[in-house]
């Protein structure tokens, strides 16, 4: 089962629950794929294979801040990018001016391995 979960993230074998690539952020009005109100001041996120209710950590590689989300949307649709997270998310980030950042995903407090090229 582990392996499942690894290939559909793209997910190198040493880094096992580490997912490393670009987030975004958006403002969403309306609904997300899991049928909730999307509230840009909660610290939710958009991935596309992990299950709702998924809590992340989410880690700025360039400054070395986190934040952990909870996945509530589908997401990216933009090639390159692994996750988008909320406004206040990124706010935590330090990624709102710069609209996008180097990242490091890790799901369910698995422990990081390696290091994100």
Not at 4 to 32: D, H, M
Not at 70 to 95: E, H, K, T, Y
Not at 105 to 116: E, I, W
């Amino acid at each position: 089962m582990a392996i499942a979960a690894t290939t559909s993230l793209n997910i190198q074998p040493a880094q096992a629950g580490a997912q490393c690539g670009r987030a975004s952020w958006y403002k969403l009005s309306g609904r997300t794929a899991s049928g909730e109100r999307n509230n840009p001041a909660a610290l939710t996120a958009a991935h596309r294979s992990l299950p709702f209710g998924t809590r992340v950590r989410v880690e700025n590689l360039r400054n070395g801040k986190f934040v952990v989300v909870r996945i509530n949307d589908r997401g990216p649709f933009v090639g390159g990018r692994v996750i988008d997270v909320s406004r206040a998310a990124a706010q935590q980030l330090g990624m709102v001016s710069t609209g996008t950042a180097k990242v490091r995903v890790v799901a369910d407090g698995v422990a990081m391995k390696g290091a994100c090229g």
